[in-house]
């Protein structure tokens, strides 16, 4: 069975200062989607940056990115210049590449921004 | 397109009670998903449904929880009897089935609390 880990329940950066959320996971298939999603107070949750298996780049929105290791099953999301609104509890997630999957998601690490 | 609309944002009721949860997903979106969210288990998946048919419930906790998708555009998830333990966040999600990269969008969430 496919598992998602975050090791981190808290973190903590300045404003304007550089964080890294990591996520590691296990599967045996070679075809998936990976993603970040945020979750602010308001509970929403976010997509923020999505990363497909077979592609070796890695993906950036904006400030955001990822440091994708597949042979290592390693995930995690770099906020450049942090914000006071990027404070919220950021989820790591996994689905496979086929119609009908759902996704399967770490347990969370909490994001505090200070200023 | 509004987004995933879910209703009541809230709800407290009493132990015992039947309580039904509702769920809008976007236009055109062939899946959809039910969530639950607690601070011990974190995100789970209930059950999502394909083009309205519920495809796995394999995550729906027990008996006292039922899910339907009677068209397109409309899902209830039921918890008849509600139990204190049933407190939790329950998102609602949908998406395409091909052709992306299987992002799914949320809704805001129920807030349910059984006293």
């Known amino acids: 069975a496919q598992t998602v880990t975050q090791s981190q329940p808290e973190m903590s950066v300045q404003e304007a200062e550089t964080v890294t959320l990591s996520c590691t996971y296990d599967?045996?298939?070679?075809?998936?989607?990976l993603f970040w999603y945020k979750q602010p107070p308001s509970r929403q949750m976010i997509l923020v940056i999505r990363q497909e298996a077979y592609k070796q780049q890695n993906a950036t929105e904006n400030r955001f990115s990822v440091n994708f290791q597949k042979a290592a099953k390693s995930f995690s999301l770099k906020i450049s210049d942090s914000q006071l609104g990027d404070a919220a509890m950021y989820f790591c997630a996994y689905t496979l590449n086929q119609a009908g999957t759902a996704l399967i998601f770490g347990k969370g690490t909490t994001l505090s921004v200070s200023s | 397109d509004a987004g995933v609309i879910q209703s009541p944002r809230h709800e407290v009721t009493e132990m015992g009670q039947e309580v039904t949860l509702r769920c809008k997903p976007i236009?055109?979106?062939?899946?959809l998903f039910w969530y639950r969210q607690t601070m011990m288990r974190g995100l789970e998946l209930l059950i999502y449904?394909?083009?309205?048919?519920?495809?796995?419930d394999s995550g729906m906790p027990e008996d006292r929880f039922s899910a339907k998708m009677p068209n397109a555009s409309f899902s209830t998830l039921k918890i008849q009897p509600s139990e204190p333990r049933d407190s939790a966040v329950y998102f609602c999600a949908s998406r395409f089935g091909t052709g992306s990269s299987y992002e799914q969008y949320f809704g805001p969430g129920t807030r349910l609390t059984v006293t």
């Open positions: 599967t045996s298939e070679s075809d998936y989607y």
């Open positions: 449904f394909n083009n309205n048919v519920p495809i796995d």
């Open positions: 236009s055109g979106h062939d899946y």
